[in-house]
């Protein structure tokens, strides 16, 4: 086995321990005005970088920060990522999010020294264990799943591997792109588990059922050609740097438009997935009863006959 497999296998360096879920306590909301969201971003965190590129547009980006383990998700990230979603989600100026990784991967999966923690002790009532460790599950997914529920659009961009919890946290994300030289890989399978924070429930929705499956089962690695083909990325980019750029354009490019209509858009995408087509239809009914009568539209039509770009409000 090479460095490389090793690393995908997420088993630490220094034990033969392998992947289990980990005990984190449920993250707190975050609700302050922009000016306190701004100072408690600034002042930083152990796993996640966040930054804003230019103060002249609405998009912020979030690294994941820990390139010599591969952007391992470590017991921190699960409580940072959520907090920093909460505090972006605070700031009117955040349009759009765009979530990369420092070093030479995207992300390596679940650290394994973290999650050996979860492991229930030997002692006590084999329910009471099975129901501490269900809880703990779930606190993982919700962690994963701030991505999926901040109002603002979240693009993700791939470079290098992307393996185990790395995909669970790429299918909460609502744009993926990657540079020609990633792979992704459900890996869960050749560790003794079936993936648990949101892979096997969000990537059929992606990739269709059946390539989910497929992949879920084998574990085999999903280059980017094939991850374009199948609509697990919908752009892919010749080289690291050129991803960089071009997911910041896409952010620019979603940032300049309507605030209520970009975060409308979104809410009503995820909602309408888990409804028939006559209950999402309903949805957005009672949705734009409400939001039509948003300045912005009145603006857009306004600018559009003046020939100009329009001015939107912020949220």
């Known amino acids: 086995m090479d460095g490389l497999d090793a690393l995908l296998y997420d088993l630490d360096p220094n034990t033969d321990s392998i992947i289990i879920p980990i005990f984190l306590r ?3 909301s975050v609700a302050m005005d922009p000016a306190q969201a701004e100072a408690e971003l600034a ?8 930054i804003r590129p230019d103060r002249s547009e609405g998009v912020y980006q979030v690294w994941l920060n820990r390139p010599s383990r591969r952007n391992a998700l470590s017991l921190d990230f699960f409580s940072e ?47 009471t264990r099975s129901e501490s460790l269900r ?62 924070l949101g892979t096997l429930q ?20 999903l280059y980017a050609a094939e991850a374009k083909q199948m609509g697990l990325v919908s752009r892919v980019f010749s080289s690291p740097e050129d ?30 997935r888990d409804l028939t087509v006559q209950q999402g239809l309903e949805h957005i009914a009672t949705w734009n009863s409400a939001m039509l009568m948003s300045s912005d539209l009145e603006e857009a039509v306004k600018a559009s006959l003046e020939k100009r770009k329009p001015v939107f409000s912020k949220l």
């Open 26 to 28: 449920k993250s707190e």
């Open 43 to 50: 002042k930083g965190f152990s796993t996640i970088e966040v």
């Open 81 to 127: 990522l959520p907090r920093a979603l909460s505090l972006l989600d605070c700031i009117p100026s955040a349009r759009v999010i765009v979530l990369s990784g420092r070093g030479a991967h995207f992300c390596s999966g679940i650290e394994v020294s973290a999650l050996v923690a979860t492991v229930p002790s030997e002692s006590g009532d084999v329910a």
């Open 135 to 196: 809880r703990k599950i779930l606190v993982l997914q919700d962690s994963i799943s701030a991505v999926e529920k901040c109002r603002k659009p979240v693009i993700v961009a791939v470079h290098g591997a992307c393996v185990g919890g790395g995909v669970d946290l790429i299918a909460a994300c609502d744009i993926r792109c990657c540079e020609q030289g990633a792979f992704f890989q459900v890996k869960e399978v050749d560790l003794g588990l079936a993936a648990d």
């Open 202 to 221: 969000r990537l059929p929705a992606i990739v269709g059922f059946g390539n989910a499956i497929e992949l879920a089962l084998t574990a085999r690695r």
């Open 243 to 272: 991803l960089e750029k071009g997911a910041l354009q896409i952010a620019r490019d979603i940032a300049a438009k309507s605030a209520v209509a970009i975060m409308g858009t979104k809410a009503m995408m995820l909602k309408s």
